[in-house]
């Protein structure tokens, strides 16, 4: 089962915009982490932040987690044609009677044109 | 670091045949982990090691599935009689310990059932 729902599913902006994606998940959480996937390769780590973390940044990144809404969002700015990607949220559930493995989101597809 | 290889990258085989996928981690990560991922879709977890130790299971890794690690360094992932259901991208990933580590994929194996 998937825990994580990305909000929007697809993402199409211009380069130099800023691009937002929203990741809403069920249970409580011990961390949020967003990875990113190219076109047929694997998933790249991009930012973790723990449950008792409210924003985070890396470079063009940043991260917010709502623990009382359930939600995290990414934040990209001054986006570029290379972000170009699918972007994952997953969390690992602090209670999770499937066990303890990261739970993966559906994910945002980001398309940045030039 | 050399990242994470699997192999092969691409598979292809009829219905009822048993494959075998090769995953090659960060020599110094003692975790490895095996997902599926179907298009449109995040990683589902389906197992993961810590070092020789299988030590989770997903309900996805039916009895045709089996993964090992012998010597805590690759990894195999073996299923027999497969079904048109089996079709999906097989991803290994590693970490050191901790679900808080950053997980570091391959580029997956893409399984096609004819």
């Known amino acids: 089962s998937q825990q994580g729902e990305e909000d929007p599913q697809a993402l199409s902006i211009q380069e130099g915009e800023n691009a937002t994606m929203n990741c809403s998940y069920k249970t409580s959480i011990n961390n949020l982490q967003w990875y990113r996937q190219n076109s047929g390769r694997g998933l790249v780590h991009l930012i973790l932040?723990?449950?008792?973390?409210r924003e985070k940044h890396s470079g063009r990144l940043r991260v917010t987690l709502d623990t009382s809404k359930k939600s995290s969002s990414l934040l990209i700015t001054a986006s570029r044609a290379a972000d170009t990607a699918s972007y994952f949220c997953a969390t690992d559930p602090s209670i999770n009677q499937a066990g303890t493995a990261l739970i993966f989101g559906k994910g945002t597809t980001l398309s940045v044109s030039s | 670091d050399t990242g994470v290889s699997q192999n092969p990258r691409h598979k292809i085989t009829k219905r009822g045949q048993n494959v075998t996928f090769r995953c090659d981690p960060i020599?110094?990560?003692?975790?490895l982990y095996w997902y599926r991922q179907t298009l449109g879709q995040g990683p589902e977890f389906l197992t993961y090691f810590q070092n020789e130790a299988q030590l989770e299971k997903s309900r996805l890794l039916s009895d045709r599935f089996s993964a090992e690690r012998p010597k805590g360094s690759f990894s195999t992932l073996e299923i027999q009689r497969t079904e048109q259901g089996d079709s999906a991208m097989y991803l290994c990933?590693?970490?050191?310990?901790?679900?808080?580590?950053?997980?570091?994929f391959g580029d997956g194996t893409r399984l096609s059932i004819l």
């Open positions: 990933a590693s970490s050191t310990q901790g679900w808080d580590q950053p997980q570091h």
């Open positions: 932040i723990r449950s008792n973390e």
């Open positions: 020599s110094e990560h003692n975790r």
